[in-house]
Protein backbone atom coordinates (compact mmCIF):
# COMPACT_ATOMS: atom_id res chain seq x y z
CA UNK A 1 0.00 0.00 0.00
CA UNK A 2 1.32 3.43 -0.86
CA UNK A 3 0.72 6.17 1.18
CA UNK A 4 0.86 10.14 0.27
CA UNK A 5 3.80 12.31 1.57
CA UNK A 6 0.93 14.56 3.15
CA UNK A 7 -0.72 11.74 5.04
CA UNK A 8 2.38 10.61 6.39
CA UNK A 9 3.07 13.80 7.76
CA UNK A 10 -0.11 13.69 9.25
CA UNK A 11 0.81 10.30 11.10
CA UNK A 12 3.91 12.34 12.48
CA UNK A 13 2.23 15.06 13.52
CA UNK A 14 -0.84 13.32 15.47
CA UNK A 15 2.13 11.22 17.09
CA UNK A 16 3.82 14.55 18.09
CA UNK A 17 0.57 15.63 19.77
CA UNK A 18 -0.06 12.71 21.48
CA UNK A 19 3.47 12.45 22.64
CA UNK A 20 5.02 15.65 22.94
CA UNK A 21 2.18 17.82 23.75
CA UNK A 22 -0.41 15.56 24.90
CA UNK A 23 -1.33 14.14 28.17
CA UNK A 24 1.68 12.13 28.97
CA UNK A 25 5.22 13.28 27.76
CA UNK A 26 7.31 10.50 25.83
CA UNK A 27 11.12 12.56 26.29
CA UNK A 28 12.14 10.02 23.34
CA UNK A 29 10.12 11.18 21.38
CA UNK A 30 12.20 14.38 20.27
CA UNK A 31 15.05 12.14 19.15
CA UNK A 32 12.69 10.19 16.76
CA UNK A 33 10.19 12.58 15.19
CA UNK A 34 12.37 15.82 15.00
CA UNK A 35 15.19 16.79 13.19
CA UNK A 36 18.72 17.11 15.08
CA UNK A 37 18.25 21.25 14.34
CA UNK A 38 14.81 21.47 14.84
CA UNK A 39 13.13 25.17 15.51
CA UNK A 40 10.14 25.78 17.53
CA UNK A 41 8.98 28.98 17.35
CA UNK A 42 6.03 29.90 19.88
CA UNK A 43 4.37 33.64 19.73
CA UNK A 44 4.37 33.56 23.44
CA UNK A 45 8.01 32.18 24.66
CA UNK A 46 11.31 32.07 23.52
CA UNK A 47 12.42 30.46 20.16
CA UNK A 48 13.84 27.04 21.12
CA UNK A 49 16.72 24.95 19.03
CA UNK A 50 18.25 21.47 18.98
CA UNK A 51 17.03 18.03 20.59
CA UNK A 52 17.85 19.25 24.22
CA UNK A 53 16.17 22.98 24.10
CA UNK A 54 12.60 21.04 23.11
CA UNK A 55 12.86 18.26 25.88
CA UNK A 56 14.29 21.35 28.24
CA UNK A 57 11.65 23.50 27.38
CA UNK A 58 8.91 20.21 27.68
CA UNK A 59 10.00 19.39 31.35
CA UNK A 60 10.08 22.95 32.48
CA UNK A 61 6.85 23.79 31.17
CA UNK A 62 5.18 20.31 32.43
CA UNK A 63 7.25 20.88 36.04
CA UNK A 64 5.27 24.24 36.16
CA UNK A 65 1.81 22.95 34.76
CA UNK A 66 1.83 18.84 36.05
CA UNK A 67 -1.62 18.54 34.21
CA UNK A 68 -0.37 20.26 30.59
CA UNK A 69 -1.91 18.52 27.44
CA UNK A 70 -2.77 20.03 23.96
CA UNK A 71 -4.90 18.57 21.75
CA UNK A 72 -5.68 19.01 17.85
CA UNK A 73 -9.15 19.76 17.07
CA UNK A 74 -10.61 19.23 13.68
CA UNK A 75 -9.04 18.39 10.41
CA UNK A 76 -5.19 18.55 9.82
CA UNK A 77 -4.03 20.62 6.96
CA UNK A 78 -1.28 19.48 4.77
CA UNK A 79 0.51 19.91 1.37
CA UNK A 80 3.88 19.35 0.78
CA UNK A 81 6.07 19.72 3.73
CA UNK A 82 3.68 21.70 5.74
CA UNK A 83 1.26 20.53 7.84
CA UNK A 84 -1.06 23.07 9.80
CA UNK A 85 -2.87 22.20 12.91
CA UNK A 86 -5.65 23.66 15.29
CA UNK A 87 -5.43 22.90 18.85
CA UNK A 88 -6.69 23.30 22.40
CA UNK A 89 -5.13 23.07 25.71
CA UNK A 90 -3.98 23.99 29.26
CA UNK A 91 -3.24 23.15 31.99
CA UNK A 92 -3.24 24.28 35.76
CA UNK A 93 -0.20 26.29 37.68
CA UNK A 94 0.65 23.76 40.52
CA UNK A 95 4.15 23.24 39.94
CA UNK A 96 7.55 25.51 40.09
CA UNK A 97 8.03 29.45 38.22
CA UNK A 98 8.08 29.60 35.11
CA UNK A 99 10.04 32.37 33.35
CA UNK A 100 9.87 31.79 29.79
CA UNK A 101 6.66 33.33 29.54
CA UNK A 102 7.48 36.78 27.11
CA UNK A 103 5.71 38.93 30.02
CA UNK A 104 7.02 37.95 33.47
CA UNK A 105 7.75 35.24 35.64
CA UNK A 106 5.07 33.00 36.69
CA UNK A 107 5.58 32.48 40.27
CA UNK A 108 5.32 28.77 41.52
CA UNK A 109 1.90 26.95 42.77
CA UNK A 110 -0.35 30.22 41.43
CA UNK A 111 -3.41 27.51 41.10
CA UNK A 112 -4.12 29.91 37.83
CA UNK A 113 -5.67 27.11 35.28
CA UNK A 114 -5.21 28.04 31.92
CA UNK A 115 -7.16 26.96 28.78
CA UNK A 116 -5.88 28.14 24.97
CA UNK A 117 -6.37 27.79 21.66
CA UNK A 118 -4.10 27.84 18.48
CA UNK A 119 -2.77 26.89 15.07
CA UNK A 120 0.76 25.61 14.44
CA UNK A 121 2.38 25.01 11.14
CA UNK A 122 5.22 22.35 11.15
CA UNK A 123 7.39 21.69 8.76
CA UNK A 124 8.17 17.94 8.05
CA UNK A 125 10.95 17.35 5.80
CA UNK A 126 12.58 12.62 5.18
CA UNK A 127 10.07 11.66 8.07
CA UNK A 128 11.60 14.57 10.70
CA UNK A 129 9.85 17.78 11.88
CA UNK A 130 11.67 20.72 11.21
CA UNK A 131 10.18 23.74 12.21
CA UNK A 132 7.13 24.29 14.72
CA UNK A 133 6.04 27.98 14.37
CA UNK A 134 3.50 28.07 17.35
CA UNK A 135 0.60 30.63 17.07
CA UNK A 136 -2.00 31.18 20.09
CA UNK A 137 -4.12 33.37 22.08
CA UNK A 138 -1.42 35.17 24.43
CA UNK A 139 -3.65 37.52 25.60
CA UNK A 140 -6.07 34.71 27.28
CA UNK A 141 -3.10 32.58 28.46
CA UNK A 142 -1.21 35.53 29.99
CA UNK A 143 -5.15 37.03 31.49
CA UNK A 144 -5.99 33.66 32.62
CA UNK A 145 -2.39 33.33 34.49
CA UNK A 146 -2.88 36.54 36.21
CA UNK A 147 0.44 38.16 34.15
CA UNK A 148 -1.75 40.77 32.27
CA UNK A 149 -4.89 42.41 33.34
CA UNK A 150 -8.08 43.02 31.19
CA UNK A 151 -9.02 46.44 30.06
CA UNK A 152 -10.91 48.49 32.27
CA UNK A 153 -14.62 49.70 31.33
CA UNK A 154 -12.72 53.18 31.25
CA UNK A 155 -9.60 51.72 29.10
CA UNK A 156 -12.12 49.45 26.55
CA UNK A 157 -14.52 52.70 25.94
CA UNK A 158 -11.51 55.20 24.76
CA UNK A 159 -10.11 52.39 22.65
CA UNK A 160 -13.26 52.15 20.89
CA UNK A 161 -13.21 55.98 20.32
CA UNK A 162 -9.61 55.44 19.34
CA UNK A 163 -10.94 52.93 16.56
CA UNK A 164 -13.84 54.53 15.69
CA UNK A 165 -11.74 57.62 14.46
CA UNK A 166 -10.02 55.34 12.66
CA UNK A 167 -9.15 55.93 8.47
CA UNK A 168 -7.55 53.72 6.58
CA UNK A 169 -5.21 54.75 4.12
CA UNK A 170 -5.86 55.22 0.50
CA UNK A 171 -4.17 53.50 -2.23
CA UNK A 172 -2.09 55.93 -4.29
Known amino acids: ?10 IIIT ?5 YWGETYN ?4 AELAAPAIHMVPSLH ?14 EYR ?6 CFRPVGDMIAEGDLVV ?4 GGGTHTG ?3 GDFATRLLREHSGRKMWISGTTVLTVRNGRIEREQILFDGVAAMTQL ?20 YRPLKAS
Open 146 to 165: GLMRPATPEEWSSNQENFAR
Open 1 to 10: MCILREQYNK
Open 63 to 68: AAFPDL
Open 15 to 19: RWFDE
Open 46 to 59: RTRAGHLDMRLFMS
Open 27 to 30: EGIV
Open 96 to 98: KAM
Open 85 to 88: VRWE
